[in-house]
Each structure stands twice: as C-alpha cells, then as structure tokens.
C-alpha cells in the first residue's frame, strides 16, 4: 500500500463492526481540497462519512477537526453540534419552500452568519436565477446545486458528500462537475467525498483514499496512486495518468487546442480554454504507443520524449510501463509483453510515447 501522510487538523479514527466485516480506519486528512472515498458499493465509505457526522456512532473512535474533538471513544458530540455541512444523494429539499428559502434553511440555524453569503453561493453555483423558484420546477442538477447550496451556508467547517451525483444522468453529471470543481478554489473548506466512479475520482481528487472491505487499501496524492504500478488503479481498463497542463494556444485552422506540460506540448482537439488556463487531462495508458525512433508520417500528432522507469505485467499478454517526461511528470502506457521485449525496454530505456489527441481527456 502507498501512503503519504500530509500536514492536516483533521483526524479521521474509527472501529465499528459492520454485518460483513469491521470498518477499522486510522486517517489523517488535509486540511484542503477534495478528500475522496473510493471503492465499490458496500465497502464501508458511507458508513466512515455517517462516523464523521455523528449519524452512526463507533464506541472506539476519534474525529478531530480544526483541533476540536467532536468524537473521542465513548465521548461524542451530537450531529447538530458539529460544524459540517452533508449532501446527500438525493437533495431532499422542501417543496414548500422556495429555492431562496430552502437555501436560507441551514443559515438560519448557523452559529456563524458572517462567512459564506447566499450571494456568493448562488454565483458559486449558478442558482441565482432559480431563487423564487419552488424544488418541483427544478431539473435534477438544479436540485443537487441547491441541496449543496443550503449546506455551505450551515456555515460548515467541513463539508461531507456522499454519492451526490449518483442519481444523475451522465449528462446532468457533466453539467454540476464544473460547479463541484470550484468549490475548494472559491472556499476554504476541506472535502471529503464519497463515490464509487473513476471519472469523478480523475475529475475532483486532491487526496485519495481507496477502500475495500472496511480498510484503507490506498491512501495519498491522486497523481501518485494512479501511478502506482503496484496499487489497484493500474489493474483497472480505465488506467492512466493525471497531468497539469496550461492551455497555449488555439489552432482555429484545425480546431485544435496546444496545451504545455512538464515535457512538451500536446494537441488535444477542440476549443478547451482560454490561453493561459490551466486544466488537468487524463492520459489513459491504453492510447500510449512506443516507439525507440522518432516516428514519421503518422497520423499521431502528440509524440513525446521519454524514459522508462519501471514495467510491469498486466495480466498474462499485456504490461504496464511507467514513464517519466520532463523533470517531473509520469504517464503510464500499456502494451504487449511482445512489444516490450521486441524493443528490448528496461528501465532507463529511453522512447518515444505517441498520444493519440482524440484520446485526451480534460478534467
């Protein structure tokens, strides 16, 4: 298991006996961004979120947030003393209310009313025009946007999410992801969410945390553990690499977006950004060819220098290969054992990685 341990006030410690097995964590959170919980269905993730809140209750636990206890074993402060906000899958609202008032619902009750305004969390998330509206002339996104809406404004010093999206359509998922990515930039409030989908995992994860059976199987950076050759993200179909790129120019002729990485350039197609943005992409190690010579006269566009720096089998015909570009950055590619071997790769064998641009996923 990789883990890495980051600066935090925020320590997450639970045994509680499940009906398939125990939930036994022993977690230390930042203190920022987006903390995800990852794994199947069943897995315990919910159960560790409902600990945290205070709506499931281990005898043999700990929580501690910004250095104030709100579980310490048997010690334990109810839900409505403790400072969070929950969204749940569905949003629950008040059909009675209207979308301004069912905002202004967890507000009322907050010990702190001179931190986050309800206009900065309509502008946050694009409900300003929904405000007189009743939650029965809501589409599903609009409801969730306002269900998260209500719980900042609890005023929360950590917001808890579990599955929010599940019970969208894909389309409707893709409209509230941009909102949902805004949250840590705009408030400085730590996340923890929970999910079961690798695209949300490639799309929101600052920490990561995997889970399996009520165990932390991996714990660290997303960029590190999708890396991890050893670790569970690199067996799955969808294996790849998260990259930070900053968007350099757009190729109107072509329609073409130039994006600069750690390592070179890459073409992805399609107006992404304005120049200057930065944006994080998803190489998938499925769509990563190898090559020792410069290839020529291929319809790839993206080719980049690399180093091998460790391989590793993939099931009985394929391999996975991590690379280094740049200074710093890592892909991942997955070819035949047939291939490794035709060119002879090793570590510290240096190559050529075609990226396919159609391929290329921006997060």
């Known amino acids: 298991m990789m883990t890495t341990t980051p600066p935090s006030n925020l320590v997450i410690k639970q045994k509680t006996q499940l009906e398939d097995f125990t939930l036994q964590v022993d977690l230390t959170l930042p203190s920022s961004g987006f903390t995800v919980l990852?794994?199947?269905?069943?897995?315990?993730?919910?159960?560790?979120?409902?600990?945290?809140?205070?709506?499931?209750?281990?005898?043999?636990?700990?929580?501690?947030?910004?250095?104030?206890?709100w579980q310490h074993d048997e010690k334990a402060l109810p839900t409505h003393q403790r400072e969070l906000g929950y969204v749940f899958q569905e949003a629950s609202l008040f059909d009675h209310l209207s979308v301004k008032d069912n905002l202004l619902f967890g507000a009322k009750r907050s010990r702190d009313t001179n931190n986050i305004t309800l206009d900065q969390v309509t502008n946050l998330l694009g409900i300003e025009?929904?405000?007189?509206?009743?939650?029965?002339?809501?589409?599903?996104?609009?409801?969730?946007?306002?269900?998260?809406?209500?719980?900042?404004?609890?005023?929360?010093?950590?917001?808890?999410?579990?599955?929010p999206l599940s019970a969208l359509d894909f389309k409707t998922k893709n409209e509230i992801l941009p909102y949902l990515e805004r949250l840590p930039h705009e408030l400085s409030i730590p996340?923890?969410?929970?999910?079961h989908a690798l695209t949300e995992v490639e799309r929101l994860a600052d920490h990561l945390i995997i889970m399996?059976?009520?165990?932390?199987?991996?714990?660290?950076?997303?960029?590190?553990?999708?890396?991890?050759?050893?670790?569970?993200?690199?067996?799955f179909n969808r294996a790849g690499a998260l990259v930070d790129a900053t968007v350099h120019h757009y190729d109107e002729q072509y329609a073409l977006t130039q994006l600069t990485i750690d390592g070179g350039m890459l073409y992805m197609p399609g107006y992404i950004a304005t120049v200057g943005s930065q944006r994080?992409?998803?190489?998938?190690?499925?769509?990563?060819?190898?090559?020792?010579?410069?290839?020529?006269d291929s319809s790839i566009?993206?080719?980049?220098?690399?180093?091998?720096i460790e391989i590793k089998p993939e099931g009985e015909a394929m391999c996975n290969v991590r690379l280094r570009l740049g200074h710093k950055s890592?892909?991942?590619?997955?070819?035949?054992?047939?291939?490794?071997?035709h060119l002879a790769l090793e570590e510290g064998t240096p190559v050529y990685a075609q990226i396919k641009g159609a391929s290329l996923v921006k997060l």
Not at 133 to 158: C, D, F, M, N, Y
Not at 191 to 195: E, G, K, L, M, R
Not at 212 to 234: C, N, Q, W, Y
Not at 301 to 308: G, M, R, Y
Request: aromatic share 2%.
């Open 191 to 195: 996340i923890v969410y929970v999910t």
């Open 38 to 69: 990852f794994g199947p269905s069943g897995c315990g993730k919910t159960t560790l979120l409902r600990c945290i809140a205070g709506l499931h209750h281990a005898v043999d636990g700990q929580v501690t947030v910004n250095n104030i206890h």
């Open 301 to 308: 566009v993206n080719c980049l220098s690399a180093t091998v």
């Open 330 to 341: 890592e892909i991942l590619a997955r070819i035949t054992r047939r291939s490794k071997d």
């Open 129 to 163: 025009h929904l405000l007189a509206r009743k939650p029965t002339h809501l589409s599903g996104g609009e409801k969730q946007r306002v269900a998260i809406g209500r719980a900042l404004l609890s005023q929360p010093k950590l917001l808890l999410m579990d599955e």
């Open 280 to 296: 994080r992409i998803r190489i998938g190690a499925s769509h990563v060819s190898l090559s020792l010579t410069p290839p020529t």
């Open 212 to 235: 399996e059976k009520g165990t932390v199987i991996a714990e660290g950076d997303v960029h590190t553990l999708m890396l991890d050759l050893e670790g569970p993200l690199s067996h």
